[in-house]
């Protein structure tokens, strides 16, 4: 058994071997990153850009899952081995923390490499510890509440019915929709817990106090946000499915008329051709209770600099591309939806040009409006211990638990991982 | 023998400085053929020593160390990794799913196989060779192409419920509820690795004398009883191998977890070594309590194939 897991772990350093920049020619940088048409395709156009600058300059993009990067990164910091390290990698924002204070040794400070005044805090927040930023945020996981105008029209809604609201509105309306089309407004994967950590950001409410200990019991913004959650699937406007495929399936196929989730799921959403114009994106829902406001975010990464980079050069090069060219996101805006979290790109004139797919809204204009308001999310090394248990927590309650003790158990798994 | 026998002094000396029985050289047939043989084991043995047994010492090294990445000190005390499994529940919760898949799975799937063995084991059989390498050709599939087919199978707008609506049944959540989930789990395990046990009874099949099963048949036995007194007692040893094999493959389940179910709905699901995995590499990377995890499936392993030995092997 253990010999050919041996073969394969050192077969994978071996794929790493793409990594070490600093020993490659000075002109050529390596990056992990994860989606060919988005943050790969991003990559390859900032490439572009800076190599009409500095002839010679290369990128060498290696696809890497995120997943997978998770992995590979714990595994080459657990093992020292920091030469097979990339020069930049793509990070999760809510990983950030995390991988920052377990493994300082992987990062170079990121200080030089944007003007980080002109990002909003709520995204530079994730990715800088002890007031040291080690990433340039790249997409906005800005929360939008995208639904099917055609269908709210057949219900004798519009849009604006479900903007400015809270979710108290919202399920009045939504019922009533699904009463008069069959369709529900909103779907998710069970057991995963996006809608409610969307919630909760909204009210500026996180998992965690200031102090990083665990908030998860006796967490009034929670127990509301789990408590509007499960009011939502019982109604049955709120789809349970299974996988993330099969939720994109619910309202590319149409038996879903809507969705809220982070402004990338707008590339997903253009994917149905034949609802072309009949869709509209607006603020979410908010809770209505203290500090709730109609903004969230879920999701969004950054470009973070490797202990190994070629530091002079991948710095220059955020700056130059990432943090500092508005041609850039004019390209790569329109045709992968990658909405920018460098302020002076929302000036551009590409932000404000109607989108066809959306009924001529300029949605790309409105996403960096709603972004200013987006509460900061407080995510910790132990954001994900804390979002698997409220995952499993909700799963319960579903299934028919008492909210106030599963939170109560979700809460000492918690502190039972960081113990 | 003669140097016993008085002899000049000179050739007493001579004699005593040779090993007894002085007409052999020092290096006997025997034992040049033991260290033959051992010099052939021991590039293997020095391998297996350096890939196998090193990893494990130092995994029970890591394993009384406590501490986030790569800052680990010695736990204090050195069990604590140990004593905190006790107090874990997700843990208790992947221990108790582990064992739900081998007791259910591991007998269904032997008797399975042995069935399936003796049935292709029938010398008036026709068309042999195509149904062993259709039972067996699911062995060779990859675990996470297999498990990601169930999973659009079982999915809720899948397959089986689309097959299941003709017959007037209401979707399934499958994978959503802890049942069916486990179920659908099971059922990936039983159609992956039947074929596979099957072709150790087949080949345990092959060495019975088949004299022996005429002469039950002369003594007017059925074909039960042949197959139960006869043909199972002959397969003792291959049963012992593949019931040790799948018990220890079961409690290091990992792909099936991973790939079909997530570990979910709320852990419901998740095996033991899936644990461990997510403790060390999803998670804050507590590597040491990741090791006595690992400690705790081998001791597990190593109590369950004592059992099976002792209960099985009733060779005198």
């Known amino acids: 058994m253990t010999l050919p897991i041996a073969l394969i772990m050192s077969g994978c350093s071996g794929d790493g071997g793409g990594g070490g920049g600093g020993n490659a020619d000075d002109n050529t940088l390596t990056v992990w990153t994860w989606d060919p048409a988005f943050n790969i395709y991003a990559m390859q156009e900032a490439e572009k850009i800076y190599a009409a600058d500095h002839p010679g300059f290369k990128l060498d993009i290696v696809e890497t899952p995120w997943d997978d990067l998770q992995t590979k990164l714990t595994t080459l910091a657990q093992s020292q081995e920091f030469g097979e390290l990339p020069d930049i990698f793509l990070m999760q924002n809510n990983a950030f923390q995390k991988n920052v204070i377990n493994y300082p040794d992987l990062f170079s400070e990121a200080t030089d490499a944007a003007d980080f005044s002109e990002f909003p805090t709520a995204v530079t927040d994730y990715s800088t510890v002890d007031g040291v930023n080690y990433g340039v945020p790249f997409d906005a996981g800005t929360a939008i509440q995208a639904l099917r105008t055609d269908v709210l029209t057949e219900a004798g809604y519009t849009l604006a019915d479900f903007t400015d609201i809270t979710w108290d509105d919202f399920l009045v309306k939504a019922k009533d929709v699904l009463a008069k089309t069959g369709k529900p407004l909103l779907s998710g994967q069970a057991g995963s817990a996006d809608t409610i950590m969307m919630m909760l950001q909204s009210a500026g409410a996180s998992l965690f106090d200031k102090d990083g200990n665990p908030t998860i019991a006796d967490n009034d913004a929670l127990k509301a946000s789990i408590d509007m959650y499960t009011q939502l699937v019982d109604a049955g406007v709120f789809t349970e499915v299974n996988t993330w495929d099969e939720f994109i399936g619910t309202f590319v196929n149409g038996s879903v008329a809507g969705t809220i989730q982070g402004v990338w799921i707008s590339g997903s959403i253009q994917t149905a051709t034949d609802q072309a114009g009949n869709w509209g994106v607006t603020n979410l829902p908010k809770l209505d209770i203290d500090g709730g406001t109609n903004y969230s975010a879920n999701g969004g990464s950054s470009w973070a600099i490797s202990s190994n980079a070629n530091v002079d050069l991948a710095n220059d090069f955020l700056k130059s591309t990432f943090a500092g060219s508005t041609e850039l996101y004019d390209t790569i805006l329109p045709s992968s939806g990658a909405v920018a979290n460098w302020i002076p790109a929302g000036d551009s004139d590409v932000y404000t040009q109607p989108v066809d797919f959306f009924g001529g809204q300029a949605i790309y204009a409105d996403v960096v409006k709603f972004g200013a308001d987006v509460p900061s999310n407080n995510t910790g090394a132990y954001y994900y211990e804390a979002r698997d248990a409220v995952s499993a927590a909700i799963t319960k309650i579903i299934g028919g638990a008492d909210p106030d003790e599963a939170l109560a158990e979700a809460q000492s798994t918690v502190e039972f991982a960081m113990g | ?316």
């Open chain 2, 1 to 316: 023998m003669s140097a016993l026998t008085v002899t000049p002094e000179g050739a007493t000396r001579e004699e005593a400085k040779r090993p007894p029985r002085g007409d052999r050289p020092w290096l006997g047939t025997d034992r040049r053929h033991n260290l033959t043989g051992w010099a052939f084991l021991l590039p293997a043995a020095l391998l297996i020593f350096a890939v196998s047994f090193v990893p494990m010492i130092q995994a029970f090294i890591l394993s009384l160390q406590t501490g986030r990445g790569t800052r680990l000190d010695w736990a204090d005390p050195l069990w604590y990794n140990y004593q905190r499994l006790l107090g874990d529940e997700i843990f208790k919760q992947t221990v108790g799913n582990t064992f739900i898949y081998l007791i259910i799975q591991v007998p269904i799937m032997l008797l399975a196989a042995l069935l399936l063995a003796n049935v292709l084991n029938n010398p008036r059989l026709r068309f042999k060779a195509f149904w062993r390498t259709a039972i067996f050709l699911p062995a060779a599939v990859s675990l996470v192409a297999y498990s990601l087919v169930f999973r659009t199978m079982f999915a809720t707008d899948g397959f089986v419920n689309d097959f299941l609506a003709n017959f007037g049944v209401d979707p399934v959540n499958w994978l959503g509820e802890p049942d069916t989930a486990r179920a659908v789990l099971i059922l990936g395990l039983l159609w992956r690795w039947t074929g596979f046990n099957m072709i150790f009874f087949l080949a345990g099949l092959q060495n019975i004398d088949r004299s022996t099963i005429e002469a039950a048949r002369m003594d007017g036995a059925n074909s039960f009883q042949v197959f139960w007194r006869v043909t199972v007692p002959q397969l003792r040893p291959i049963i012992l191998l593949t019931a040790i094999m799948s018990t220890n493959g079961t409690l290091q389940l990992f792909d099936e977890s991973w790939a079909l179910t997530r570990g979910g709905p709320a852990y419901a699901s998740m095996s033991m070594s899936h644990y461990l995995y997510e403790v060390s590499f999803q998670r804050n990377p507590n590597f040491g309590y990741g090791a006595a995890l690992a400690y705790v499936i081998l001791i597990l392993v190593a109590i369950l194939a004592f059992i099976q030995l002792k209960v099985g092997d009733k060779r005198d």
